[in-house]
Nanobody, 115 residues
């Protein structure tokens, strides 16, 4: 099992930046895939960015070239650097992983982009 605790959300103006963090309760070095999802009001959950061991990161078209996903295996942390934020990035963001047959989610954190 693993617990994922998120931090870093908040209110930012359009064009601004935020960095989300997801701290795991155990080592993530052996975890193959780590992801960030988001759910905007009235919309379905969307995969934002994903890191798979042995492959490069992948991004939703809507965030490509603006968001950067990274992992720090020494700190057991997954991060999402969000730049050039737009109002349409407003959502609750979730980190996610799975191993075995189990899926694990962070508690969710609100990101609001508004002037």
């Amino acid at each position: 099992q693993v617990q994922l605790v998120q931090s870093g959300g908040g209110l930012v103006e359009p064009g601004g930046s935020l960095r989300l963090s997801c701290a795991a309760s155990r080592s993530i070095a052996g975890i193959v895939q780590l992801s960030w999802y988001r759910r905007a009001p009235g919309k379905q959950r969307e995969l934002v960015a994903e890191m798979t061991r042995g492959a490069g990161p992948t991004y939703a078209d809507s965030v490509k070239d603006r968001f950067i996903i990274s992992r720090d295996n020494t700190k057991n942390t997954l991060s999402l650097q969000m730049n050039s934020l737009k109002p349409e990035d407003t959502a609750v963001y979730y980190c996610h992983t799975f191993f075995g047959a189990n899926h694990y989610w962070g508690q969710g954190i609100q990101v609001t982009v508004s002037s």
